[in-house]
């Protein structure tokens, strides 16, 4: 598989986000993906997952406790088997009526056009703050 067509995977993946179509997502994704953000205190789908069906927990989390204000991501760059994807977001928690965002960086592992791994890094003091 070449790099673009790993970049097409994660587009795709992004567009199905943006659409609301999480079992688009899911499909994208291998049997045992490893799905990591930063351990965020107070904020219910921070951490690591295994699995698909644990991801699919991880979009119900999200969904439950925070809506997107924006969501773009910019720029793709890759090498190998990794796609990183650069981009900017802004949500509002639900149960606070707080907003929060910034820039962020996502690196995907993408084997045989599926992703089998994802690693968010993001201002976590800002979510820390919105949900407090």
């Known amino acids: 598989?070449?790099?673009?067509?790993?970049?097409?995977?994660?587009?795709?993946?992004?567009?199905?986000?943006?659409?609301?179509?999480?079992?688009?997502?899911?499909n994208s994704l291998t049997e045992e993906v490893d799905w990591r953000l930063p351990e965020i205190?107070?904020?219910?789908?921070s951490g690591a997952r295994r699995g698909r069906e644990?991801?699919?927990?991880?979009?119900?989390q999200?969904?439950?406790?925070?809506?997107?204000v924006s969501f773009e991501p910019r720029e793709f760059v890759a090498q190998g088997d990794k796609v990183v994807a650069l981009g900017t977001y802004r949500w509002r928690v639900k149960q606070t009526g707080r907003e929060y965002g910034g820039d962020w960086a996502h690196v995907f592992t993408v084997r045989d056009g599926k992703i089998a791994g994802f690693h968010e890094?993001?201002?976590s003091a800002a979510a820390v703050a919105a949900y407090a």
């Open 41 to 45: 205190e107070g904020v219910p789908f």
């Open 54 to 60: 644990s991801v699919g927990g991880f979009f119900t």
């Open 62 to 68: 999200l969904a439950d406790s925070q809506e997107t």
């Open 121 to 123: 890094y993001m201002d």
């Open 1 to 26: 598989m070449s790099e673009q067509d790993s970049v097409a995977v994660v587009r795709r993946a992004y567009e199905d986000f943006k659409g609301g179509d999480i079992t688009g997502i899911l």
